[in-house]
């Protein structure tokens, strides 16, 4: 918990749940937005939603519905940190161990966790931003003072700010694929640093960026960073391969499952495309090459060290969605593992293609929630 007794940033809670702190969860949202998404860590901790107005309509009845007692800590959350901080406030008038998240879950949805992937006294640098309330990962790549920024948000800021601190210029900036789950960052700083940015021609990027669309290499200082189509989630999936060992796979392939093949309304013949990427494009890279994906479906992938982070061979043997024996088998995997697609990613994806253009509210509004990318109704 922070010094002080009434509240909580969004980073400490992150930290106060990954360790496995004794706290509880109550999140006064209303329940659409809580089923949008919620405050999640490594280690799960008991929560309920009880909506704010319930405690404005009938204190009484909503106080008697918390089932936390005095005695544990209780931590308020909200959309933006108004109604919980009253919450919060009425709660310890009562006698209960309450705090309020700061910014609520508006501050929560952007924020980034920053973890070194290789150790800092490596000749690179290879960094992962997790952003826990889209449970979504971007990743720098650093080397004598050049630096790549992959999949990048769309709160920009930390990757500068990070570049900035680690004596880096980003000269270059990837999107491996046109995002549905949120608004990309990735142009926008492309634009502010003058770096060129790569996506595939396939993508349909419609910007006023030039762009470099073209297999091949990357190089930052030192470093080679290969791009390989692979594609599947999208036709324009593009995976990168970092210095042999580390590869980014956006979201073709995660550590417990496989990319959606079906928000693009073309489940099957997606499906086709994965099946040849996950079992021919990737089958002569080795056991140990490093899988970083662009996304996780639950905190429970994080590692003891905050990373998520899978050696291909293990996800060989255990990821569910590298099981199958055919294409066919496979395909009937991505059958029986369809759900609906949430509605706003078309808009989102339009937005990314540079085809549409909103103003910053409603960007903010529609990159809300957790992402729904991985091909299994039990995750995301």
């Not at 106060?16 to 329940?31: C, F, I, P, T, Y």
């Not at 419609?206 to 470099?212: I, N, R, S, Y």
């Not at 490093?290 to 639950?298: G, K, V």
């Not at 949430?342 to 903010?364: F, W």
Request: net charge negative; glycine share 12%.
């Amino acid at each position: 918990m922070t010094t002080l007794a009434t509240e909580i940033s969004p980073l400490a809670l992150y930290e106060a749940l990954n360790r496995g702190d004794s706290l509880a969860l109550l999140d006064v949202r209303n329940e659409e937005e809580f089923k949008m998404g919620r405050v999640e860590g490594r280690h799960a901790a008991p929560g309920v939603n009880i909506p704010y107005f319930g405690f404005v309509d009938d204190e009484e009845a909503a106080v008697a519905r918390i089932p936390f007692g005095k005695d544990e800590r209780i931590v308020v959350v909200c959309a933006k940190g108004g109604s919980s901080d009253y919450v919060a406030q009425l709660l310890r008038e009562r006698g209960y161990q309450a705090v309020n998240m700061v910014g609520g879950m508006l501050v929560w949805g952007d924020f980034y966790a920053v973890r070194d992937v290789v150790p800092p006294t490596s000749e690179f640098q290879l960094v992962q931003f997790n952003r826990p309330g889209k449970a979504s990962l971007s990743y720098l790549v650093g080397s004598e003072g050049e630096a790549l920024v992959v999949d990048a948000n769309r709160v920009i800021e930390p990757y500068l700010d990070e570049a900035r601190k680690r004596g880096l210029t980003i000269r270059h900036v990837l999107d491996t694929h046109v995002h549905a789950d949120y608004i990309s960052g990735g142009s926008q700083l492309a634009r502010e640093t003058g770096a060129t940015y790569h996506i595939s021609g396939i993508c349909g990027y419609q910007g006023d960026l030039k762009t470099d669309g073209q297999p091949g290499e990357i190089r930052v200082g030192s470093i080679v960073a290969q791009k390989i189509h692979t594609p599947g989630h999208t036709p324009g999936s593009t995976s990168l391969l970092v210095d042999g060992k580390y590869l980014l796979t956006g979201d073709t392939l995660f550590v417990e499952s496989v990319g959606r093949p079906d928000l693009g309304g073309q489940a099957e013949p997606w499906a086709k495309q994965l099946y040849g990427t996950l079992f021919g494009t990737l089958k002569d890279l080795p056991d140990g090459t490093q899988i970083l994906p662009s996304h996780y479906a639950n905190a429970s992938e994080l590692r003891d060290d905050d990373l998520v982070v899978g050696d291909l061979g293990s996800i060989r043997r255990e990821n569910e969605g590298m099981q199958a024996k055919s294409e066919e088998e496979f395909i009937e995997f991505i059958r029986a593992n369809m759900r609906p697609s949430p509605e706003h990613y078309g808009k989102i994806r339009q937005i990314n293609m540079a085809v549409l253009s909103v103003c910053d509210g409603t960007l903010m509004e529609l990159d809300l929630g957790k992402n729904e990318c991985a091909a299994s109704k039990g995750k995301g």
